[in-house]
């Protein structure tokens, strides 16, 4: 399986500017291809060929006055441009298709996207030099922080300068699978907008505090960006400020996900979440926007984890009712409101908090065996002889307490 391995770098004055120069000449192409074939489709002539593209906007395009400067960066960092297009190509085309998701057409980047990527491949020879820094083709050796060591050679490596100006090397590694002591224990994951989840053991998981605490200064520094005169250079400082408080919630939601998704794959031998695709849809726009992007990183982790750990990995598919079965007796009890949080069962009486419920279903669907008895709310404890005895007094359905399954 390949996965990514991510450092930051600290690249001096000069390797910042043959940076700055290799994302350019990368958008650069990247953009002539677009309207190559943007033009093309337009026209109605045939769809440009990626090897016809490179030839001509690449190779040929140096040896023009307006093009010359493209070769003073890395050949390969613009053929891998090219390939990126490519690759934003075929998911608009496979959405198209409806074999993924929908994605929107390729758009031109801009010099003021927030991120700004190269990447070089085994072809650029680029190397890690024997004092530990990062040597990249035509821009130099990169200091690195290597916060943790690589498990074996990686094959490529991107630079990435984001929003905040920071820079970072992301390797992609090819691994094998580690073996962890088998455990009985799997578990039901239902993501969610009050918590951001919940198993089916009936464990409620929030956003930790320091992710809660990042959020609060961004939404701060957002406010003071607004107060900002435009064009002013306080507003400048204030959108630097936005940016890095940006950058520590996107930090300090993958450091969450780490920790959480490794401790589901350690102490459980299968887990199960709902496909996340049908979820937004379900759930409105806002909450869709605001818990998306969380969800979809986390359940990435969780199922590489799940690959590198041995360990089983269910996604249960759309047309399973989780929120409207009861994980108790099995009856289908119609939707609910998204504000019910505790509902009875109209068959069985249980009754079950609505989040709990689901994990223990999404288990279910994915076929583990999990108790039902954590989604009770209010399980009784009566003896059935004095339920039957007619013992409540107001003769509503009777609550079935854990004893009686
Ligand atoms: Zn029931």
Same mark, same amino acid.
């Given at each position: 399986m390949q996965l990514r391995y991510g450092f930051r770098l600290y690249p001096n004055g000069p390797q910042r500017a043959a940076l700055a120069k290799a994302f350019g000449c990368a958008r650069v192409v990247y953009n002539d291809a677009l309207r190559a074939r943007e033009t093309a489709r337009a026209t109605g $002539? @045939?769809?440009?060929?990626t090897g016809d593209l490179s030839k001509l906007l690449i190779t040929e395009a140096k040896l023009t006055d307006e093009r010359a400067?493209?070769? $003073? /960066?890395? @050949?390969v960092v613009l053929q891998q441009s090219l390939r990126d297009l490519d690759t934003a190509y075929r998911n608009f085309f496979d959405g198209l298709k409806g074999r993924r998701p929908h994605m929107g057409a390729p758009r031109f980047k801009s010099r003021k996207d927030n991120r700004q990527a190269v990447r070089f491949t085994a072809n650029a020879r680029w190397k890690i030099t024997p004092g530990g820094d990062l040597s990249l083709p035509k821009i130099g050796d990169v200091r690195v922080t290597w916060s943790r060591t690589l498990p074996s050679v990686p094959s490529s490596v991107t630079v990435i300068k984001d929003a905040a100006g920071r820079y970072f090397a992301s390797f992609v590694i090819e691994t094998g699978t580690e073996a962890l002591a088998e455990t009985e224990s799997v578990v039901g994951i239902d993501l969610g907008l009050g918590h951001f989840a919940v198993l089916s053991d009936g464990t409620k998981i929030d956003a930790p505090r320091f992710l809660r605490r990042a959020e609060k200064k961004l939404k701060k520094a957002q406010r003071n960006l607004s107060r900002k005169a435009k064009g002013s250079s306080n507003r400048d400082k204030a959108r630097i400020k936005v940016a890095r408080a940006h950058a520590r919630v996107a930090d300090a939601r993958r450091e969450f996900h780490h920790r959480l998704s490794t401790r589901l794959i350690r102490d459980n031998q299968a887990v199960a979440v709902e496909d996340l695709a049908v979820k937004g849809l379900a759930r409105t726009r806002l909450a869709k926007s605001v818990h998306d992007a969380g969800w979809s990183a986390f359940v990435a982790m969780l199922e590489y984890k799940a690959t590198k750990f041995g360990r089983g990995f269910h996604r249960i598919g759309r047309f399973e009712p989780t929120s409207q /079965?009861?994980? /108790?007796?099995? /009856?289908?009890d119609g939707p609910k409101p998204l504000h019910l949080r505790v509902w009875e069962c109209q068959a069985c009486g249980a009754v079950l908090d609505r989040d709990i419920n689901a994990a223990v279903n999404v288990a279910r669907a994915a076929g583990l065996a999990v108790s039902?008895?954590? @989604?009770?709310?209010r399980p009784v404890r009566v003896p059935a002889q004095r339920v039957e005895a007619g013992t409540h007094r107001d003769g509503r359905t009777t609550v079935v307490g854990i004893t009686s399954l």
């Open positions: $002539e @045939a769809f440009p060929r400067w493209l070769g $003073e /960066v890395s @050949a /079965v009861c994980c /108790v007796c099995g /009856v289908k039902a008895c954590r @989604a009770q709310v």
